[in-house]
């Protein structure tokens, strides 16, 4: 056991140099982590031996916020193909994974795509969970914390769907999520929530985030490995009935 908690920390440690990651790094870092985890924790959902890259790379990450309806290749579920229903894909993603999801999903859906910025960027340092004193641990144990979002979604009134992605931090959605939600009237809206995360479910994350609302229906929550393929995605997507 202490052998597979060393190799996942060096794991970790290793991919805390990295500061430009590609979705294909980001794919092999994560079979690793999840490699790691199943050894370590056998199906426990916590996180101590989870071997994560601290790529923060909210720069990449923010030049798809604000995209919108630039995805026109047609095999629309029940988007907005029949003009009846508007769909949001919005995300909140620190290294990339949630963020190549809920890419995919804007894609096949032909949806608008939002991404959650923070206005504080987080940093390699903010999302160390193995540092109790890091933001991210700090944030986690802080029922009150409302970290702050840069911007706002243009128009949310036009959605009836909202997709909302997000990564799983101690089995939860982070709690910039909270302020995403809490941003917003959600009455009447179906809401689909999915993450992505090195081994654990969605778990009461879901619910979490849907107490915080009122009015809207909120349809079972899915999560991905972040190398999930747009096929995987879209397969969910389709089986949906909104
Ligand atoms: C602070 C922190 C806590 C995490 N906690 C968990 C966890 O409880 N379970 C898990 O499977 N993965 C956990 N992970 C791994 C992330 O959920 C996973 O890497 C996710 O795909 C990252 O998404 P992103 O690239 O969109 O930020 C954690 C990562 C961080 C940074």
Redesign the pocket.
Known sequence: MLTIMMAASLAACAGNKETAETSAQAASA?SSAEAA?SEASQGE???ES?A?TGNTDQAAGSESAGEADENTDGAAVNADADGESKVLVAYF???????GIAEYLADGLNADLYEITPEDPYTEAD?N?NDSSSR?SIEMNDESARPAINGTVDNMDQYDVVFLGY?????KAPKIMRTFVESYDFAGKTVIPFC?????GIGSSASDLEALTSGAAWLEGHRFS?SDSEATVMDWAKGLNY
């Open positions: 994560e985890v959902t916590k996180t989870v994560e993603s620190v290294t990339s994974r949630t963020k999302i969970y991210t990564p799983i931090w101690w089995g992505t995360s090195a081994s654990s972040g």
